[in-house]
């Protein structure tokens, strides 16, 4: 039997997958829209309490389903919980669509998405934002994909879409529809995770990645019908929520759920007021409903390098679809934003 050589082992066009990759490491990184106040203060303690892990955690994240489940007023039957919200994403996909089969984003949207369905054999179908940066939900209908990614708020323009929009394409999809609210705790709408279970079509993705402050943790969750839920699982696996992460994400969603809302109403407050700051000298950010702004300019490349040598770290995009070069700046503590400005302020 002929053997295959190295280079020959793996999936044909696998090598054509890339590799997730960020800059490097900086004093303040305004590139991830992570919490810039830090880590949650119960979620630490809870964290410092104990490093019990010779035992497997919980199978699902029980208590996880729980805490989310009583928050929105739904069954813990119809919560999916997972490494990160990257890990629901990943599951829905496999499980919803098979090798062949295509899904539909917006685009630009979430970069990791398109990746997540060429991991998994599916073919992405990009469909551009409408010129006022909205999803396209007409144009998202009408490819007739067996999965459909919204993102609501998106990343990375920061931009929001009608709910009415976000409803018909639910309504209307003829497979399923993967709502990703990463940012939703921004964007002053409660989101459709109360609604998902009834809704029949959709799961509702979240993260305690980004409002929670618990980005190193990976932890993110789905909310949808118990038959859309136990299908993620079997896509999932056990054991993904390590005890941790499930220990700390309680705390953070229940004895920090007021710190957390101040911080991320400071981050609202600041956003804006960075992104009138910066129109002042003439850099005009997209309007956001998140914790970052979206600001299309020729030069994106040099600022962050002009960023970067003051030690601050923020996302420069070469070239945007319908959007051309632009930077992305999370929103933080004032003091941030203003070693942000001033690095700024050094290109002329
Ligand atoms: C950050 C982000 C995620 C990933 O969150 P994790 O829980 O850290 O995996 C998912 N979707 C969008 C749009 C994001 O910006």
């Known amino acids: 039997m002929t053997q295959r050589t190295p ?51 919980d199978l699902y994240g029980q208590s996880l389903k729980e805490t989310v489940a009583a928050q929105a007023g739904i069954a813990p039957s119809c919560v999916v919980t997972g490494n990160g919200s990257d890990d629901i994403l990943d599951c829905a996909i496999r499980a919803f669509a098979a090798q062949g089969d295509t899904i539909a984003h917006p685009d630009p949207t979430f970069v990791m998405l398109p990746v997540f369905g060429r991991i998994n054999g599916v073919t992405p179908v990009a469909v551009p934002l409408t010129a006022s940066h909205t999803m396209d939900v007409d144009a998202l209908l009408a490819t007739g994909a067996r999965i459909i990614y919204l993102c609501q708020p998106n990343n990375p323009t920061g931009t929001s879409t009608p709910a009415a929009d976000i409803r018909r394409v639910i309504a209307e999809a003829p497979g399923l529809v993967i709502l990703d609210e990463a940012y939703v705790e921004f964007s002053g709408d409660p989101g459709l995770i109360a609604e998902a279970p009834s809704l029949g079509r959709v799961v509702v993705a979240r993260t305690l990645s980004k409002a929670y402050g618990l980005a190193g943790l990976r932890v993110g969750y789905g909310v949808a019908s118990p038959e859309i839920t136990a299908t993620i699982e079997r896509s999932r696996g056990p054991y993904k929520l390590n005890a941790l992460a499930e220990r700390a994400a309680v705390a953070a969603m229940t004895l920090d759920h007021d710190w957390v809302v101040a911080r991320a109403a400071e981050a609202v407050v600041n956003r804006d007021r960075v992104a009138a700051e910066l129109a002042t000298r003439g850099l005009v950010a997209l309007p956001s409903a998140t914790n970052f702004l979206c600001v299309p300019t020729a030069r994106a490349v040099e600022y962050a390098e002009a960023a970067r040598a003051r030690g601050i770290g923020i996302r420069a995009f070469a070239s945007l679809p319908g959007i051309g070069g632009a930077l992305r700046i999370t929103a933080g503590p004032w003091a941030m934003m203003e070693r942000l400005l001033a690095a700024m302020d050094t290109v002329r």
């Open 7 to 57: 280079a020959e082992l793996p999936r044909d066009g696998f090598d054509t997958i890339p590799i997730y990759r960020t800059g490097a490491a900086v004093e303040v990184n305004l590139a991830d829209n992570t919490n810039l106040w830090g880590t949650p203060p119960h979620a630490a303690a809870a964290l410092r309490a104990g490093l019990d892990v010779a035992e497997y955690p």
